[in-house]
């Protein structure tokens, strides 16, 4: 028989193999599973029943809108709008338009078969001036998308801060104003009141470090700014001020079985091989790195090392607020991308960073280091540190030169091998006990990254921003099929 094949014939049988990928039976799947004389399948790949698979979007990355239902200015319209702060002066004016679209947006959720979603509340949508009267029609919208998931069978996640602070908070000193903190956790009450009977999860914030040092210290991100080290520390401390009292506001304007947490993306130390010295130099690594985020969320104060480096610059607080920010978080969500390698050394602090070489293998963004370890070691290390009982992991995923081929598809191999090798050292985790209850892949849509505009596209759908057409990416059929599996395929 094999003779008969021509070389013609044979691409066609191939051409044929990759159009099947496009309507990836589960039965076909289910038999690929079955043992075989040559291969039994490893069990161990599969996570648990109840495991919370999910996506991830912020507000100003995917909504569009920016002019529409009473939505105040961010520091996000402002700094985008500023010449030069973004790759081609990308806006986030129509983004994906998710504003008016979520409805498609949501049917592909349930195709895919999410379990759950993660968006973010615009906060200038809720309070368009930060404070004072709220905007009856911007928490319409909320409504209108948390009933959508809600009839499609998908659990809302709800992030209150993803960055897009109303522009009239930022003109009078921003994070820097202790009075912020207070206005943010006026908000998230306020919010929290009125959603709480839909939503069961709230996050405060996501990413205090990105937004902190990209947006206050080397002023890359909104609203620019280039803070010294002192005022950028006291900013730090208002900043999980801001959380602490946020946790609060959600305790007192939720229902009882609201859960409120954090979306932190904490630098998370990956033993540079796994000896036993180098794992407790990791344990380590995890306090001091994080200490003034996730650390002093956890413990209540920061580390006696962070406030001596810090010396005359070191924040001012007081013993009310410390118990305010340390307040216990009824999950700890961890956005994980890249690694840090530590290793054990004889210095005091008893463990050095690991520095990567120049070869060292990125993803299409240039600072995104491939190290799907950090999905075993990130969570392991925060739950046998803290005793953390639940954790999701928030946002995991990655960019990739995504082009439509000629066959319409588009082919994210590169997309695929970081999510499966990522996925398989989660599996690790969870296999090993530690309680990781979803993950959430970062993101749904291609949309608005920030500086890099609309140049780096994180989607599993691939986004043409001109038509807002959405095509699944071959990276939604290998989630789609991780779903229905609950294992890593
Ligand atoms: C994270 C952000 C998210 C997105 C991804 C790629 O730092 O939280 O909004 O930009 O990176």
Request: net charge negative; charged share 20%.
């Given at each position: 028989m094999s003779a008969k094949f021509t070389r013609r014939t044979l691409a066609r049988l191939l051409g044929g193999a990759s159009a099947a990928l496009t309507l990836p039976g589960h039965d076909v799947l289910a038999s690929t599973l079955e043992p075989s004389p040559t291969h039994t399948p490893n069990p161990s790949r599969t996570f648990p029943s109840d495991f919370l698979w999910g996506s991830a979007t912020a507000s100003y990355q995917v909504e569009g809108?920016?002019?529409?239902?009473g939505r105040g200015r961010s520091i996000w319209d402002t700094f985008s709008h500023t010449p030069g702060k973004t790759h081609n002066g990308?806006?986030?004016?129509?983004?994906?338009d998710y504003f008016h679209r979520y409805g498609e947006d949501i049917r592909f959720m349930k195709d895919l078969g999410l379990k759950t979603c993660r968006f973010s509340i615009a906060w200038p949508r809720i309070f368009p001036t930060g404070t004072g009267a709220p905007n009856p029609q911007g928490l319409d919208f909320y409504h209108k998308m948390i009933d959508g998931l809600l009839e499609a069978g998908i659990q809302p996640f709800c992030t209150l801060y993803h960055w897009d602070l109303p522009q009239p908070l930022q003109d009078r000193g921003?994070?820097?104003?202790?009075?912020t903190a207070k206005a943010f956790a006026d908000y998230c009450g306020y919010t929290v009141s009125k959603l709480a009977d839909k939503v069961q999860h709230f996050m405060t914030m996501n990413e205090m470090r990105t937004f902190v040092e990209?947006?206050?210290?080397?002023?890359?991100?909104?609203?620019g700014l280039r803070l010294d080290e002192k005022r950028l520390a006291q900013l730090t401390h208002y900043v999980v001020l801001g959380h602490g009292l946020g946790l609060q506001a959600i305790r007192a304007h939720g229902r009882p079985n609201t859960k409120a947490g954090i979306a932190d993306n904490l630098t998370p130390p990956i033993p540079v091989f796994e000896s036993p010295e180098n794992i407790a130099a990791a344990h380590t690594a995890l306090r001091e790195e994080n200490a003034m985020f996730l650390t002093v969320l956890q413990e209540g104060r920061y580390t006696d090392r962070y406030l001596k480096r810090l010396g005359a610059n070191a924040p001012h607080f007081t013993a009310e607020e410390m118990s305010i920010i340390g307040a216990p978080m009824d999950f700890t969500g961890l956005n994980i991308y890249q690694p840090t390698y530590v290793r054990a050394d004889s210095s005091e602090s008893g463990y050095a960073l690991v520095p990567n070489p120049a070869s060292y293998p990125h993803m299409?963004?240039?600072?995104?280091?491939?190290?799907?370890e950090g999905l075993y070691w990130g969570p392991r290390l925060v739950a046998d540190t803290w005793k953390v009982k639940a954790i999701y992991i928030t946002e995991n995923g990655t960019s990739s030169s995504d082009t439509i081929a000629a066959d319409g598809q588009v082919y994210d191999t590169d997309r695929v091998m970081f999510l499966r090798n990522y996925l398989t050292q989660l599996q690790r985790a969870v296999a090993e006990g530690v309680p990781v209850k979803g993950y959430f892949l970062w993101s749904l849509l291609d949309n608005f990254e920030w500086a890099d505009g609309y140049s780096k596209r994180f989607g599993i759908s691939y986004v043409d921003?001109?038509?807002q057409k959405r095509t699944p990416k071959l990276s939604a059929h290998f989630y789609k099929e991780v779903i229905a599996s609950n294992r890593v395929v």
């Open positions: 809108a920016v002019n529409e239902a990308d806006t986030g004016d129509i983004a994906d921003g994070w820097e104003n202790r009075d990209q947006g206050y210290g080397i002023g890359v991100h909104a609203p299409y963004s240039d600072w995104l280091k491939i190290g799907p921003f001109i038509t």
